[in-house]
């Protein structure tokens, strides 16, 4: 299921952006707010700490990608796989 931006404000959920280049999974945090984190995951927007669970991906190759590492990486079994609608 492909989820909008607004659907992600909507139901507060914390992301990361994903995106394939070079063959490789590029993630960029985001708070549910729409402002890029820091390494710490804290949003001086909203005033809280960020819980970065669902990787949103922006084209096929991230989408595979993301998937892959699901599946091969135990560190990752919490997470979530959507794709970003437009």
Same mark, same amino acid.
């Given at each position: ?5 607004? &659907? =992600?404000?909507? @139901?507060?959920? $914390?992301?990361?952006?994903? @995106? #394939? !280049? +070079? +063959? &490789? ?13 820091? !390494? &710490?995951?804290?949003?001086? +927007? ?11 991906? $922006? $084209? ?6 993301? !998937?892959?590492?699901?599946?091969? #990486? ?9 794709? =970003?609608? @437009?």
């Amino acid at each position: 299921m492909a989820m909008t931006v607004g &659907e =992600l404000k909507e @139901r507060k959920r $914390d992301y990361f952006l994903a @995106r #394939s !280049q +070079d +063959d &490789e999974l590029v993630m960029e945090p985001f708070c549910y707010c729409g402002k890029t984190l820091e !390494q &710490e995951y804290f949003c001086t +927007d909203c005033n809280h700490k960020c819980h970065v669970t669902l990787i949103v991906c $922006d $084209d096929p190759g991230a989408l595979a990608l993301a !998937q892959k590492l699901l599946a091969g #990486s135990p560190d990752f079994h919490k997470f979530e796989v959507e794709t =970003l609608a @437009r």
